[in-house]
């Protein structure tokens, strides 16, 4: 059985960091490639950073130069670093694997920023 956990996330203070992770099982995690979600209430899903099987990354606009995500292929771990969080980046993150047609989501762990 496949599963992806989030964890990490919590109140911070605009300015702060914030390092979410996505521990997974039941695939092989080197092979997938991976990306962190986020939702506000109200809005829809976005994509917020993504690394591919072989380590390429993307980045949304609005999170690029702040946020940073990367893999432990060994501990089949994929890692969202958040620095210089904005009230703005309050949201439920979630991460998502993805191998042609398999796709797995975590349930999601929920980032919020005060001003």
């Known amino acids: 059985q496949v599963q992806l956990v989030e964890s990490g996330g919590g109140l911070v203070q605009a300015g702060g960091s914030l390092r979410l992770s996505c521990a997974t099982s039941g695939l092989i995690f080197s092979s997938f490639d991976m990306g962190w979600y986020r939702q506000a209430p109200g809005k829809q899903r976005e994509l917020v950073a993504s690394i591919t099987s072989s380590g390429n990354t993307d980045y949304a606009d609005s999170v690029k130069g702040r946020f940073a995500i990367s893999r432990d292929n060994a501990k089949n771990t994929v890692y969202l670093q958040m620095n210089s969080l904005k009230p703005e980046d309050t949201a439920s993150y979630s991460c998502?694997?993805?191998?042609?047609?398999?796709?797995?989501w975590g349930r999601g762990t929920q980032v919020t920023v005060s001003s």
């Open positions: 998502n694997a993805l191998r042609g047609w398999r796709e797995y």
